[in-house]
């Protein structure tokens, strides 16, 4: 059984960053591919990142170069450091065991113009 736990999100002006922090509880091998996802209201989710266990990373075009993946396999803790943060990125994230197929609770980014 596998829980992951998101932090970090909140409310900030367009052009300032976050950190979002999705710790893993349960089996160390659920982290060995994870990633994020967020959901605008009124909208569905949609793929925002992924790492996986070799380091590869991928990203939604709307995000590349903006946001930065990265995981502390020591901590069991994923990471998304969002930068240049625009009011289109306002949603709720959620992180995503791919190889346990589980999901967070979210947290929610606002990003006001």
């Known amino acids: 059984q596998v829980q992951l736990v998101e932090s970090g999100g909140g409310s900030v002006q367009a052009g300032g960053s976050l950190r979002l922090s999705c710790a893993v509880f349960?089996?160390?091998?659920?982290?060995?591919?994870m990633s994020w996802y967020r959901q605008a209201p009124g909208k569905g989710r949609e793929f925002v990142s992924r790492?996986?266990?070799?380091?590869?990373?991928s990203y939604a075009l709307s995000v590349k170069g903006r946001f930065t993946v990265s995981q502390d396999n020591a901590k069991n803790t994923l990471y998304l450091q969002m930068n240049s943060l625009k009011p289109e990125d306002t949603a709720m994230y959620y992180c995503?065991?791919?190889?346990?197929?589980?999901w967070g609770q979210g947290t929610l980014v606002t990003v006001s113009s």
């Open positions: 790492i996986e266990i070799d380091g590869t990373t």
């Open positions: 995503k065991s791919v190889r346990c197929d589980a």
């Open positions: 349960g089996l160390t091998s659920c982290t060995y591919d």
